[in-house]
């Protein structure tokens, strides 16, 4: 293809520009052909009437001479005063004649003045005075000087008593040269006059010869041109015939432009030629010009040619490359997407083991109620957070095009933690790695967050830690807050996931937040993953408003620390107050200790801390032998020197198993249970610690009962006497809606569809009933355009909590069921609790 | 056949079920009326029709009245039907409909045995 295409490029620029060098080449010879036959033209043009203009000056002045002869006969006339001959050669004298004679008809002159001339060629000369007609002719006087006479019929008394035939006047040659300016050198123009047989009767300078043929002949031998014969028998004929005659002569390199004309009252010939050199000259020049202009454009032409064909070839290259470019991301765009559908499984499968591995506990212990039910809270957990990543997996598409929203609820921090922890315990657990969990100066644990999304972000931030540490390694996942520059509803939450990991390249490390990356490495290319996750990560921090930084090092780790801005949740928290009793933090964080003792001041308990077993043994001694022991001990699993196990073991020694000793650990109480219940412990509080982590942790063991079971109960029947309108278009549906809400004392009406619904809440009386229950799939009229209907209608109670319930949580259909003006949403089935809740809540708001 | 024995051989969860419903006398009225829901057959006349629309409803009905009943099996496949529906007509919708039938043909020959074994 590209072959093709550049050798049809190089194909095309060679032919056009060997059609442009044969166009402009035809046009510089045509051209210069042109100008040299205009040139002859006008050449011819101009030497016509340059002879003419020779002629007709050498006829004027003829005849002006011969008109003064004649007024000579006329003033002097034979019979009268131009008998003494004195008058007639004071009037020729007069008009600058240098001779003056009579002549007879047989050529015998009789001087009036001026030294005896003679005819030089007598015979024309004397025929033509014979006809008593004007004649000049040419003479030579006594000095052999040359001379033109001219003759006019005249009877003058001769010596010998004859009449005289003609009256002859004679004048020096020169002054016909002059008159012709035949004599001017610097005249490119020469001229001569000659007779018939080419002798010449007055040379210009320069002609040598006795005739004018030989000159003619010498000339072109000289010239090396070799027609001369041609020419001269052209010039011979045409004298015969009496013609003009106009020739060029090409003289070699040189041309000239010959032209004869017969000249009046002789038998002579003026003969005048012109060099063309000078308008060679021009012309050559201009042609010269022209060529290199021709050449110039062609230049140019080819030139510009050359470039668009260069510049074409380079767009085409571009283009090309472009091309193959594309080529090769789409194959790396569609090897990138085969790759993530033969990856995805893997973080499916992250709680989808916690799932299988918690069901086989249970299923192993199921005589354990306390130990299943714990089972099942992972289970619950993890299917949660599995059904939100299968959901991601689905939202994948909208992360792309950028449409992910987020549901901002009350969210409980330490909920969100105590999930990721559990989520990622058997993980941690199957690399045999260590996991510490630091919590620290939390100021508010409710906030208004996505919790979803920030379980997915930790959990992407965690498993990918899990991941790329080597077993044995190091995994860190640390919290804390800060006050928040947007003021103090808002709190800064720091969250940090740490690990002794491979780490990253520099490269990688600058595109870990793109889609589909993975390091291409040998290392990693043994780890599963969606590549996924880091995109995923970043767009929901960036959705947050929060931002995520990393720092890594290769073979020595990476560090990941997220910061979001959270809203404060203004929830009534459960007076926690426990009785202020001794209390001994055990671990080996010096900043966990602090910021437990902490929160446990708060909560009413003095607690000191230590931070390692041997101290913790020291300070229980210490307080038996001072007889105010602990009341109880928090004590973490994993310690230096003596472990948790074996601290407690010992204590339970000194102390005789008097006080309860509680296990601190981010690990998995099940796999240490039965060691830690045969040291004695007696229970159990995962980290990481929040306040209420520790306030519900330690209220079991000091013998307080749920305050909240007995709030819960209470609340049976407290839906007593209101009134219900439940739109459902299926019978079996709404009979079982029907059956269990009226155990709770509601009183129900069914529409059974949207419109009924409008109707029936239009028929009632204002604020007859006190909420509306609402399906949205129902034929005539649907739930969305019903509760639209009722929120449009005039009327005091159109405000009347409307609650949908349908078989779809897609956050979508949430949504939209707000934007209806609905003011909640419940998803089928039909958990009674929730309803009522929520009932309870939006009928008691009113 | 007991009510629990009718579950399990419609692939559905009793537990669940009478964890919400509270009595199996609750549960047992409403099984035995899901025999005369309209639903299915509205489902399937609107297939045979073509009104997709509506038999998207039908299909999203079922699945509500599934999950309150928590006949699991029918609930899957009724549940895959009404997402698929959810966008037209499809190759898949099809053989996901076939699904639906046979399903609920598993689970109302159950509900019928077991009515069977009430009466005999």
Redesign the interface.
Known sequence: MKNRITRFLITSAAAISVLCLVVFSFLAYYMNKQSGDTITAVGTIYMTGMNDRISMHFRTTIEMRLTQVEELVEEYPPEGSGRDGQGLAYGAKARGFNHLASCSGDGRFEMFFGSPVKVTDPEPFLQSIQNNEKKIAVGTDEDGNHLILMAVPAGYDMSDGQKSKALVAGLSVDYIKDILSLDENNTLVYSHIIRKDGSFVIRSAGAFRDTYFHRIRELFTEMGADDAERCVKELQSAMEENRDYSSILELGTERRHLYCAKLPYSEWYLVTVMPYGTLDATVGQLNDQWGYMVAGSCGVVLAALLLVFLRYFGLNKQQLAALEDARKEAVAANKAKSEFLSNMSHDIRTPMNAIVGMTAIASANLEDGERVRNCLRKITMSSKHLLGLINDVLDMSKIESGKMTLNMEQVSLREVMDSIVNIVQPQVKAKNQQFEVQIYDIAAENVYCDSVRLNQVLLNLLSNAIKFTPDGGLIIIAMYQEESPLGDGYVRNHIIVEDTGIGMSETFRKRVFESFVREDNARVNKTEGTGLGMAITKYIVDAMKGSIEVTSQQGKGTRFHVTLEMEKADVEEVDMILPDWNMLVVDDDQLLCESTVASLLDIGIKAEWTQDGESALELVRQRRREHRDFQIILLDWKLPGIDGIETARRINKILNGDIPIILISAYDWNDIEKEAKEAGISGFISKPLFKSTLFYGLRQHMGWREKAKEEETQQAGALEGYRVLLAE?????W???S??LS?EGLKLDWAEDGRACVDMFVRSQPGYYDAILM?I???VMNGYEAARAIRELDREDKDVPIIAM??DAFSEDIKKCLECGMNAHVA?????KEVSRILMKYINMR | MNLKECYEALGGDYEDVLGRLRTEKLVQKFVLKFLNDKSYELLCKSLETGDYEEAFRASHTIKGVCQNLSFTRLYESSHQLTEALRAGWSEEAAGLAERVKADYGRTAAAISEFQKGLEG
Do not use: G, V
């Open positions: 278009d299926n019978e079996l549906n009979e079982i809606a059956e269990l155990e399906d799939r129902m034929p349908t078989a089928k089935p039909i958990d009674i």
